[in-house]
């Protein structure tokens, strides 16, 4: 059985992007440059497995946005956040002379000698993209690397999405006075960008703080409150859903929608938390919207974290705007990082 191997290839540098073509649109999208028409099928299965749902409130929406090239639109594929490149070894088709270019020596190297493989390359025609290519010694073995690969290989353009929209954020510029002011009153680190403001800081006594942007409102709160083992805490549900509960009516004037709560495990900055997602409706106009909430534990301080997402935008797709807000999420921490 052919053993798929991810390989990364090196990134430019931050100091380097200045003046270099970006790539363009939304980071659920998605090119996949198949090596040859009749390759169709086999990418359809694929990408039944491959692309998860989500469901925001009532709507469900894929986590990518595929568009499926032959090789004879191999130029428009290449202008895409994410790239995924089918490649059959030894076909000497225009898909695998373009891997080829972009792959390194050494990597193409061991493909050959392991009959296949997944390489990552990173910023391999502009910056802020990644090509993903996985090759097989024949279209069958293609199909089965694929699915047998499906989470991985959405686990590989997520984990890089996230690793571009902060690199991004950083090359913009973050807003450092309000990072600072987290670390210095409450002990909280999180790489802000600078078009977001702080909106609300522990209202009447609450144990909050809300930050926010606009075009379209999000919102990202932090709340805590004191627990002698907060790790444990982790494991009684009710107790996180109440201390979600209070946050919502002290801070955003709302009720939740318990029919749509989705529980699931997750980890922040390497720290193992629980993530609820669901929904709230606003007690202050008819309306309401997705949210997606981590409860991270804090032993050293013995303090149980709240990290809520909070999207309103009617009418418009939801993804787009909580991938790039659970990236920021994901740099929450109680501990200034080490140089």
């Known amino acids: 059985m052919l053993s798929a191997m991810a390989l990364l290839i090196g990134a430019c540098g931050i100091d380097k992007e200045q ?12 090119a996949v440059l198949m090596p040859d028409d009749e390759s169709r099928p086999m ?46 070894l030894g076909d000497g088709g225009k898909v695998t002379k373009e891997a080829r270019k972009v792959v390194s020596r050494g990597s193409w190297q061991k493909m050959e000698e392991a009959g296949g493989g997944i390489v990552r390359v990173n910023d391999p025609w502009s910056t802020y993209q990644l090509a993903v290519v996985v090759a097989a010694r024949d279209r069958n073995s293609l199909g089965s690397v694929l699915i047998r690969n499906a989470d991985n290989l959405r686990g590989i353009f997520e984990k890089s999405n996230r690793e571009r929209i902060l690199r991004r954020n950083r090359y913009d510029g973050l807003n450092e006075q309000l990072m600072n002011s987290l670390w210095q009153r409450f002990g909280i680190m999180l790489e802000m960008p600078q078009v977001y403001t702080g909106n609300q800081s522990e209202p009447d006594g609450f144990p909050g703080v809300e930050i926010m942007r606009s075009g379209p ?13 907060p790790a444990a805490s982790l494991s009684d549900r009710e107790l996180l859903l ?3 509960s209070r946050m919502g009516t002290a801070m955003h004037d709302e009720d ?27 007690r202050r ?15 050293a301080r013995q303090r149980l974290f709240c ?21 920021i ?10 140089s």
């Open 256 to 282: 939740l929608v318990p029919s749509t709560f989705v529980w699931s495990d997750a980890e922040i900055g390497g720290v193992a938390c629980v993530k609820l997602e669901g929904a709230w409706n606003s």
């Open 285 to 299: 106009f008819a309306g309401g919207g997705p949210f997606w909430c981590y409860f991270i534990p804090d032993p």
């Open 329 to 338: 999420a994901s740099t929450f921490a109680t501990e200034r990082p080490r």
């Open 43 to 88: 990418v359809d299965r694929f990408l039944s497995h491959f692309n998860a749902n989500h469901t925001f409130v009532i709507k469900e929406e894929p986590a990518f946005t595929p568009d499926v090239f032959g090789p004879g639109n191999r130029d428009l594929a290449e202008g895409y956040k994410n790239v995924l490149m089918l490649v059959v």
């Open 217 to 229: 409102s999000r919102g990202i709160t932090v709340s805590w409150q004191e627990s002698e083992d």
């Open 19 to 30: 003046g270099i073509l970006m790539a363009a649109g939304s980071y659920g999208d998605l």
């Open 307 to 327: 990290l809520d997402l909070l999207v309103f935008a009617p009418g418009m797709d939801k993804m787009v705007f909580f991938r790039r807000m659970d990236a």
């Open 242 to 244: 109440d201390m979600r």
